[in-house]
């Protein structure tokens, strides 16, 4: 089974709204990590915004957030006030459990904002 | 600055080849990885290293081969037996024991890697 999928290959948004990116995860290890990066054209991969699986409050850096819902094994990436320069590709990935350094990706979305 | 150099960023082989790319970093992290990325597809883990001399085994090890000499860098040999070897390959890197929003990766530039 995936480890982590992302459903939307590719997203639209104008300039200046918010977006949802989705990603589920699946896991039976009661501590693990929840990471999204942004990847822009140049192949860069810059970290976003983490979550850990004790976490108690939804993880916030800037206008990145993350819609943590632990339940139902989701992690969505919000992006509030679209720029321009938010358009690259978004990957969700997960690392399993204290101790082990080994880190499960998603295979993207593809996020476009429109001026 | 600190930071993972990869070289070179384009690299082009010819059938049969064997290759090595570049990976260093000064950061002083315990554990480096490499991942590859085909076209429109996440990363997919080759291999990953958390200690000098040794190095486990990703999800698409057949092909390749790494070594750990020293801390700071992390090898990665692209041989004639990977069939389809065409992709980007990212190098990371993320030191232990840490909890939170440090305990990421960090990657390098990468390296596109074109067989002839």
């Known amino acids: 089974a995936q480890k982590i999928t992302q459903t939307q290959p590719g997203m639209f948004v104008q300039e200046k709204e918010a977006v949802t990116l989705d990603c589920t995860y699946d896991t039976s290890d009661p501590s693990y990590g929840l990471f999204w990066y942004k990847q822009p054209s140049s192949g860069e991969m810059i970290f976003l915004i983490y979550?850990?699986?004790?976490?108690?409050q939804n993880a916030t850096e800037g206008r990145y957030s993350l819609n943590f819902q632990k339940a139902r094994k989701s992690a969505n990436l919000v992006i509030s006030a679209s720029q321009l320069g938010d358009s690259a590709m978004y990957f969700c990935?997960?690392?399993?459990?204290?101790?082990?350094?080994?880190?499960?990706f998603g295979s993207g979305t593809k996020l476009n904002v429109k001026p | 600055d600190g930071g993972i150099t990869q070289s070179p960023k384009y690299l082009f082989r010819k059938e049969g080849q064997n290759v090595t790319l570049s990976c260093e970093q000064n950061l002083n992290h315990d554990a480096m990885y490499w991942y590859r990325q085909d076209p429109g597809q996440g990363l997919r883990l080759i291999y990953y290293?958390?200690?000098?001399?040794?190095?486990q085994k990703g999800d698409i090890a057949e092909g390749y081969s790494v070594s750990r000499e020293k801390k700071e860098s992390f090898p990665l040999t692209v041989t004639s037996a990977q069939k389809n070897p065409t992709a980007f390959y990212l190098c990371?890197?993320?030191?232990?024991?840490?909890?939170?929003?440090?305990?990421?990766?960090?990657f390098g530039p990468g390296t596109r890697l074109t067989v002839l």
């Open positions: 979550q850990g699986s004790y976490d108690q």
């Open positions: 990935a997960m690392r399993e459990g204290p101790g082990i350094n080994k880190f499960y």
């Open positions: 990371a890197s993320k030191t232990l024991g840490t909890s939170g929003s440090t305990d990421t990766q960090y």
């Open positions: 290293s958390q200690i000098v001399n040794d190095f």
